[in-house]
């Protein structure tokens, strides 16, 4: 069979992304933009400068991307983009911009979702891996536990319905003066920590069992603050840190074993921007030891928003005939399987 | 020179197709649907229509802003992604020019008002008798200031824009001047005077008004939300 090559762009939050991936696994070149800098002036992500950035930036990625892999735009066989969910003013860069390609460039358009591209990252980093498998998703944005049946088949066991784990992360962070991003800076601090110093709730969502809430978490190391603020205490953020971090992981990998139990797969994967945090990788890592399962998880380059990951997921809609139109919007509320 | 012209900074969105002395194509839709939607296919559709080879275009003319930032965004990710799959340059025009020349040649002075909200207009002063001559470069402001300028130039003149309509009021109290407004068929953005204005400019410029799709970015004229108030807060404490 002939090989396919997608350009992919992604651009649902603040990372600006191209890549070249060739029959969605083999990636030639992955370049990310990343705003982080000047998101962190506001400590989040301000839509409206995210998009101004995306503008500026979005061709000289690609062309940076395209260059990469040694190829030309003539060269691709689709062109993948995310089209949600995500923030709406970002998005419509990257669904703007790849519309055009495929109309000037007379190249097949698919619009990808981008949760379906962070899982599919795990394809990239692990050649063997094929559904069916369960999938935690954690970012900035999303929580999901996701039954992937087939390349393109989800089935969501749960989602968090607050707080997204990242989200959370975030705020936590912020409380205790340690600022944005709040993931990367709580694992790094968690380290020199007590993860059993404090013993944060283990939110309970009140739905599926499968489905998360963070946001009770959240509000627990708040009162924990507050509390010993008025008694004159001292707190010490790496335990504050380490022991809501445990929280959350707590939760994530008890969620992720009953999945394993419930479906009997041997197979396990995790993705999306919270997947690089230390202490889940290991926690989750360990529970599919537990449960005789093999588990991925993509390098974080893979893991944070990128484009490499959207190539392997436009790939796989590409071998299933799925083109977009000319029409194709952004969604930023999209859900998983809809189309 | 062959140009195609996209147009998504306010509520019209259009493209059109200038080939020499020819406007060949212009595609003009308000409508409620999106400008994501409807640009690309519309852009199609001139395509078919004209049998048209793409890689025969000298220039994507767009124009530069201001207008709705979304809006803008939409249409300058389309013209780059143009630019960048035919390797051709832009020619950003500002918005408010743009507008303008829809009324080439009139005898009144043309004053586009694009509502800006927040109690503003994006607006400019233009005397288009003869030449393109701009006499107040297009900016974002109340239109009380530009009553002010227009009573002080003392000429008649001729609005246009989506702003006339909130301020058709503020015409009346604070104008001393004749003035007219647009028919409806020139009364918005149109990607035909997009792309002749930008015609004109390289025929004025040459390869100075050409801008690399890389580098293209649209001009807001305003700062985002949260830039403002960051700048606010500092204010504060220098008090």
């Keep these: 069979m002939k090989d396919i090559t997608i350009l992919a762009i992604e651009s649902s939050c603040d990372e600006t992304a191209a890549a070249v991936v060739v029959n969605g696994r083999q990636v030639l070149s992955n370049v990310i933009s990343s705003q982080i800098d000047i998101h962190t002036l506001y400590g989040g992500v301000v839509p409206e400068i995210a998009s101004r950035k995306h503008t500026e930036r979005i061709n000289q990625v690609i062309r940076q991307a395209l260059e990469g892999a040694g190829k030309d735009l003539k060269d691709m066989d689709a062109i993948g983009v995310t ?257 | 020179m062959k140009i195609l012209a996209i147009e998504a900074s306010g509520p019209v969105a259009a493209c059109a197709v200038l080939d020499g002395e020819i406007l060949s194509a212009e595609y003009s839709i308000q409508y409620k649907k999106k400008h994501s939607q409807s640009l690309v296919p519309m852009m199609d559709e001139v395509r078919r229509m ?71 207009v994006y607006t400019g002063i233009y005397d288009l008798t003869e030449g393109f001559e701009v006499l107040v470069p297009q900016r974002a402001v109340a239109f009380s200031d530009v009553a002010e300028e227009l009573n002080a130039l003392g000429r008649p003149v001729i609005f246009l824009g989506d702003g006339v309509s909130p301020n058709r009021a503020a015409m009346e109290d604070l104008l001393k001047v004749p003035y007219r407004l647009a028919p409806v068929h020139l009364s918005r953005q149109r990607a035909g005077s997009l792309a002749a204005r930008a015609a004109m400019l390289y025929e004025e410029q040459g390869e100075a008004c050409l801008v690399s799709a890389d580098d293209f970015r649209p001009t807001y004229l305003r700062k985002s939300q949260a830039e403002r108030e960051r700048g606010d807060q500092r204010d504060f404490r220098l008090i």
């Excluded at chain 1, 990257?94 to 619009?111: D, N, Y």
């Excluded at chain 1, 003066?177 to 404090?198: N, T």
């Design chain 1, 83 to 339: 089209y949600g969910p995500g923030l709406v003013g970002p998005l419509l860069i990257g669904v703007s911009e790849a519309k055009a390609l495929s109309f000037a460039a007379g190249i097949p358009l698919i619009g990808v979702h981008h949760i379906e591209g962070h899982i599919c990252a795990n394809y990239i980093a692990a050649p063997e891996l094929e559904p069916p498998f369960v999938c935690l998703v954690v970012s900035g944005g999303h929580t999901h536990l996701v039954l992937v049946r087939d390349y393109g088949s989800y089935e969501i066991l749960g989602r968090t319905q607050d707080d997204a784990a990242g989200e959370a992360f975030d705020k936590v962070a912020r409380e205790i003066g340690l600022g944005y991003p709040g993931g990367p800076k709580i694992d790094r601090v968690s380290r020199e920590g007590d993860p059993e110093a404090i013993r944060f709730p283990r939110g309970k969502a009140s739905g599926s069992r499968y489905d998360f809430s963070f946001s009770g978490m959240k509000s627990a190391v708040l009162n924990y603050l507050n509390t010993a603020k008025m008694k004159g205490q001292e707190v010490s953020v790496p335990d504050v840190a380490a022991s809501f971090q445990a929280a959350v992981v707590d939760v994530l990998v008890s969620h992720a074993e009953w999945a394993m139990e419930e479906y009997g797969l041997d197979r396990f994967a995790l993705a999306g921007g919270v997947a690089s945090n230390s202490a889940l990788r290991a926690a989750m890592a360990d529970a599919c030891q537990r449960h005789g399962a093999a588990f991925y998880c993509p390098p974080p380059v893979l893991c944070t928003d990128n484009a490499a990951m959207i190539g392997a997921a436009a790939y796989y809609d590409y071998i299933g005939g799925i083109r977009s139109g000319f029409d194709l919007n952004a969604v930023p509320n999209l859900r998983l399987g809809e189309r």
């Design chain 2, 50 to 120: 004209l049998d048209l080879d793409l890689k025969g275009l000298d220039a994507v003319a767009v124009t530069a802003g201001p207008g709705s930032f979304t809006g803008l965004r939409i249409g300058a990710a389309t013209a780059k992604g143009v630019g960048l799959a035919l390797e051709k340059p832009l020619i950003p025009v500002p918005t408010v020019d743009s507008l303008a020349f829809n009324l080439f040649g009139t005898a009144s002075l043309v004053c586009p008002l694009m509502d800006a909200r927040r109690s503003q």
